[in-house]
């Protein structure tokens, strides 16, 4: 009797539709943004050298599986990689290999692979070292198509810094980095764009970005921290500008359960002049 019963439950979910109870599998992904200050005597006692070893184990202690860094030297990425032994990284300079500033991903190699990666300047000629528009300086965007070991479910990952100075060049280059999205997402999977966009959200800027894809703190179960990121090192005024964002496809398959500003200092010093954003999400 027990077998007709099993077969004809079988038979029920083969042919006419019918649906398990079992919960869908959830990927889980702790995500970070972070623009780390460059490496310039002039900042003093806030110089890397003096902030480095703390920065660094800011980032351990919250162990995100991806995180993305901006302004960083090639003297600050080779700290970083040794720093963060279980991390590896994708990205060049903004001055072509290992020159300039980077944007570049580091990923933990436990959890996570790269399939895919690459670098582009945020210009008219994406593919070459170069300024766009009306920028002050050359500005790039890194990528990679991530999977996640556990489940081999893949995401995509754009980190970048946009420039500080012309409004055009950071119009123009957002909407270059969703073109690419468009032309490389052709399976639809999930998108995260990360890093500094110099803007605050009722900007032109973040109002073109939201027209794609949606910014993490407003998806967001629990939201901690201030709403400023930029701190310019000084401890004692409120930090009320929020440049810095985690921007996420939107889709309802994406979850985020946390959205954190992260505020740690020592000695009434922090180890940089933005606040990383910190996100814990879930992939359905």
């Known amino acids: 009797m027990k077998y007709y019963l099993v077969s004809i439950v079988v038979l029920c979910m083969s042919f006419f539709g019918c649906k398990s109870d079992k919960p869908a599998i959830e990927h889980n992904l702790d995500i970070m943004t972070y623009n780390i200050?460059?490496?310039?005597?002039?900042?003093?006692?806030?110089?890397?050298?003096?902030?480095?070893?703390?920065?660094?184990?800011?980032?351990?202690?919250?162990?995100?599986?991806?995180?993305?860094?901006?302004?960083?030297?090639?003297?600050?990425?080779?700290?970083?990689?040794?720093?963060?032994?279980?991390?590896?990284a994708i990205g060049k300079g903004r001055d072509g290999e290992n020159k300039g500033e980077f944007s570049a991903i580091f990923y933990n190699a436990d959890k996570v692979s790269v399939e895919q990666e690459n670098t582009f300047w945020l210009s008219e000629t994406p593919t070459e070292i170069s300024k766009g528009w009306d920028a002050a300086y050359p500005r790039?965007?890194?990528?990679?198509?991530?999977?996640?070991?556990?489940?081999?479910?893949?995401?995509?990952?754009?980190?970048?810094?946009?420039?500080?100075?012309?409004?055009?060049?950071?119009?123009?280059?957002?909407?270059?980095?969703?073109?690419?999205?468009?032309?490389?997402?052709?399976d639809d999977l999930p998108v995260i764009v990360m890093g500094d966009f110099n803007v605050e959200p009722n900007s032109e800027v973040i109002k073109n970005i939201k027209q794609t894809l949606v910014d993490s703190k407003e998806k967001a179960k629990t939201i901690f921290g201030p709403n400023g990121t930029f701190n310019n090192f000084k401890f004692n005024e409120l930090v009320t500008r929020r440049i810095d964002y985690i921007m996420l496809s939107k889709s309802s398959k994406i979850?985020?359960?946390?959205?954190?500003?992260?505020?740690?200092?020592?000695?009434?010093?922090?180890?940089s002049d933005h606040f990383p954003i910190f996100i814990s999400l879930t992939l359905e």
């Open 37 to 88: 200050r460059l490496d310039v005597a002039s900042d003093g006692e806030n110089a890397w050298k003096n902030r480095k070893d703390f920065l660094s184990s800011q980032i351990l202690f919250y162990s995100p599986d991806i995180f993305g860094v901006q302004e960083a030297r090639p003297n600050q990425m080779t700290d970083l990689k040794d720093a963060l032994k279980n991390y590896k």
């Open 140 to 186: 790039i965007c890194t990528y990679g198509l991530f999977t996640i070991h556990e489940t081999n479910r893949k995401i995509w990952v754009f980190n970048t810094h946009l420039d500080h100075i012309g409004n055009q060049a950071r119009l123009n280059g957002i909407q270059l980095i969703l073109k690419k999205i468009s032309d490389l997402n052709t």
């Open 255 to 271: 979850k985020v359960k946390k959205y954190g500003v992260l505020s740690n200092s020592i000695d009434l010093k922090y180890p």
